[in-house]
T-cell receptor, first 116, second 115 residues
Framework: GESVGLHLPTLSVQEGDNSIINCAYS??????FIWYKQESGKGPQFIID?????DKRQGQRVTVLLNKTVKHLSLQIAATQPGDSAVYFC???????????????FGQGTILTVHP | DGGITQSPKYLFRKEGQNVTLSCEQN?????MYWYRQDPGQGLRLIYY???????QKGDIAEGYSVSREKKESFPLTVTSAQKNPTAFYLC??????????????FGPGTRLTVL
């Protein structure tokens, strides 16, 4: 999950395990969600996205689950590898319209550490 | 880094000096964004631009300025009015500002340190 302040949530797993990273989003009007991976000293990289009319989407080794009832998003990484070690951010986007241009709001991130 | 370049990678500035961070994209994207990232925190939006010669303040615009004279370029100036400028600065672009399903592509970032 997400936390406030300087201490990011952390998840440590062994190589080959499955990882689940959670995110609680804030706006029930959000209609699009993205997971990003950020390695140390680099910009975020897109992993997978999901629209609000879906509850599950799969990519290569990754699955995103969306539960709109409780405003919860999760990222599942199968067979986690040391190269997956990074900070993972969720981002939500409110549908553009009216005064909203549809900006992305980012969570604070979760640190994933994969041990060989 | 998806066709977005930022320079320099590291930048040092003395207090009281203005400094400009470069961001260029060759993705033909209309929208561009500047974010600031502090340790242990998510990204916070400084400015964004939907189209050439247009830009809007984000959540933390005070002490910053931008220009958008060309579609591919969106430089950010950190002015002396910014009280705590030391941070990691990220530039991003997306095809269209208002499109509903519209991921943002990020550059590699510039780490600014005020001495």
């Amino acid at each position: 999950g997400e936390s406030v302040g300087l201490h990011l949530p952390t998840l440590s797993v062994q190589e080959g395990d499955n990882s689940i990273i959670n995110c609680a989003y804030s706006n029930s009007a959000s209609d699009y969600f993205i997971w990003y991976k950020q390695e140390s000293g680099k910009g975020p990289q897109f992993i997978i996205d999901i629209r609000s009319n879906m509850d599950k989407r799969q990519g290569q080794r990754v699955t995103v689950l969306l539960n709109k009832t409780v405003k919860h998003l999760s990222l599942q990484i199968a067979a986690t590898q040391p190269g997956d070690s990074a900070v993972y951010f969720c981002a939500e986007k409110v549908e553009a319209g009216g005064t909203s241009y549809g900006k992305l709001t980012f969570g604070q991130g979760t640190i994933l550490t994969v041990h060989p | 880094d998806g066709g977005i370049t930022q320079s320099p990678k590291y930048l040092f500035r003395k207090e009281g000096q203005n400094v400009t961070l470069s961001c260029e994209q060759n993705l033909n994207h209309d929208a561009m964004y500047w974010y600031r990232q502090d340790p242990g925190q998510g990204l916070r939006l400084i400015y964004y631009s939907q189209i050439v010669n247009d830009f809007q303040k984000g959540d933390i615009a005070e002490g910053y300025s931008v220009s958008r004279e060309k579609k591919e370029s969106f430089p950010l100036t950190v002015t002396s009015a910014q009280k705590n400028p030391t941070a990691f600065y990220l530039c991003a672009s997306s095809p269209n500002l208002a499109a509903s399903y519209n991921e943002q592509f990020f550059g590699p970032g510039t780490r600014l340190t005020v001495l």
